[in-house]
DNA sequence: CGAGTGATTGACTTAGATCAATGACCGTGG
DNA sequence: CCACGGTCATTGATCTAAGTCAATCACTCG
């Protein structure tokens, strides 16, 4: 339900305990494709991004991590990474280490079900943003972005960070965002109100 | 890696066997937001939705599962369900009893940790097609597609259905699509062979 | 043999990207 | 304490890529 990439709340101390802090200059490489797997990574801090480079040279973006989300978990079932990481910015990344994680959602099945059902609730979460995508209109996909992360009111809708990074989130430019939002505000569907955006009517 | 949503695979027969087929007319309800969860679903044939009401009567799709596809997974791990699924078309769907389902993942550990990385997988195709929609412009956007989905020989790319599906997978109208792909030809940069498209040179 | 659908291409329109500029804030270093 | 550099918020002007409407042709199917 929440949007949030819900990190690694699921992980019993014991793993915890066993991540290896890393830090990465900017540009840094953490894995290569065909590197053997040592675990999944959560990101502290700054960018890291998972990438595809074709034979040509060219490279395709899989996935950019920022703060507080986590990377390349299927690389727990596999014996290699299948691309690069490199960080985009200077950065922090804390690796779970494969056997430990994997030992421990063997033995405890408690830590099994938390860590299924975090990726449950990751691929429901992803499959929404996905759809908002194929919404055309800008107007539309913002109000498909308020109905579904309205509050317990369904009127009610927090702003988790700036609107430049609703924005990215909603795939608009900043400055259309910020129109849209003015229009809807002049025409009464929406009150913004500080970090808050309030549903008033609906056309 | 495969941006299959592959979707059952992992369930060993005897969870298979205690599914219950339905079938549904075309805009029948499957579940209602608060409904008890029974488990999740598969859809065998047909369009499934999974719809947020707000209370203004304003629905926002959360998801859109066609044949093959599965659906609601995460109410696995939830007492009810979070919204309301209905069908967009006539359809078969398979329900996979939560209980059994979730008794089996505790028994058996290979199943945990076959349903786990199917998650797993499915949340990194998930966040590559999301990627992939942050891209602007649409010939880029193609060349994303085609690198991610290139062959082992990094130049041969199958599709999987029509050119229409295609379209509708990149989130371009498919007459932007065809325009793209013949300029994309006829400069040189792939060249279209039936169901394949090779990369030949890129710019 | 029509009906229905995909593939393709042309013409036209427009929503939203881009480029620009301004004002409000904010931390910070001297 | 204040000037300065940086980022966000906001709005205007312009441009274009891609959507929409439309028409044609090729196919498949009952």
Redesign the pocket.
């Known amino acids: 339900m929440t949007p949030a990439t819900s990190t690694t709340d699921w992980l019993p101390a014991a793993i915890r305990n066993v991540a290896i802090e890393r830090r990465l200059k900017s540009g840094q490489t953490l894995f290569h494709a065909g590197n053997r797997s040592l675990g999944f990574y959560e990101v502290v801090g700054g960018t890291v991004r998972l990438i595809r480079v074709d034979r040509s040279g060219r490279e395709a973006v899989l996935q950019t991590a920022v703060a507080g989300e986590t990377l390349a978990e299927a690389s727990l079932f596999s014996s290699v990474y299948h691309c690069d990481a490199v960080a985009l910015t200077e950065a922090v990344v804390r690796l779970y280490p494969k056997a430990a994680v994997l030992s421990e959602l063997q033995r405890d099945s408690e830590t099994g079900k938390a860590f299924a059902a975090m990726l449950a609730r990751q691929v429901m979460a992803l499959r929404t943003r996905l759809e908002r995508r194929n919404i055309?209109?800008?107007?539309d996909r913002i109000r498909h972005y308020l109905t579904v992360n309205a509050g317990a009111d369904g009127r009610t809708v927090a702003l988790t960070g700036?609107?430049?990074q609703l924005a990215a989130e909603l795939?608009?430019?900043?400055?259309?965002l910020?129109?849209?939002l003015?229009r809807m505000e002049a025409e009464g569907e929406i009150k913004k109100l500080g970090a808050t955006i309030k549903i008033k009517s609906m056309m």
Do not use: P, W
């Not at 055309?136 to 107007?139: E, G, K, L, T």
């Not at 795939?171 to 259309?176: D, K, V």
């Open positions: 055309y209109s800008a107007r700036t609107v430049k795939g608009l430019s900043h400055e259309a910020y129109r849209v003015a």
